[in-house]
Nanobody
């Protein structure tokens, strides 16, 4: 079973920064893709950024390009999401998910999820 644990959320003013962490318990990290998603009140879960465990390719949604940076530490099986220049519209519960092989922005393709961490950006 794959377990994911997010941490690092909080309350920040617009323009501020937060770094989220996703610790992933898998035997072979390289077999998985890890995605960061967010869920705002009344909205569907949307993909923010994802990474291929096999080749390290990283992808970003247009809404966060240039502001968010995803990185991974394969030795620690941990994926990070550095979020800069935060906006009120970035507010939501952030989840990390894991799926086999190719990364995707479709949450329906992910097999495993963490419990989520709240990010609140005040204006």
């Amino acid at each position: 079973e794959v377990r994911l644990v997010e941490s690092g959320g909080g309350l920040v003013q617009a323009g501020g920064s937060l770094r989220l962490s996703c610790a992933v318990s898998v035997f072979t990290f390289e077999d998985y893709a890890i995605g960061w998603f967010r869920e705002a009140p009344g909205k569907e879960r949307e993909g923010v950024s994802c990474i291929s465990g096999s080749d390290g390719s990283v992808y970003y949604a247009d809404s966060v390009k240039g502001r968010f940076t995803l990185s991974s530490d394969n030795a620690k099986n941990t994926v990070y999401l550095q979020m800069n220049s935060l906006k009120p519209e970035d507010t939501g519960v952030y989840f990390c998910g894991a799926k086999y092989f190719r990364p995707s922005y479709d949450p329906g393709e992910y097999d495993y999820w963490g419990q989520g961490t709240q990010v609140t950006v005040s204006s």
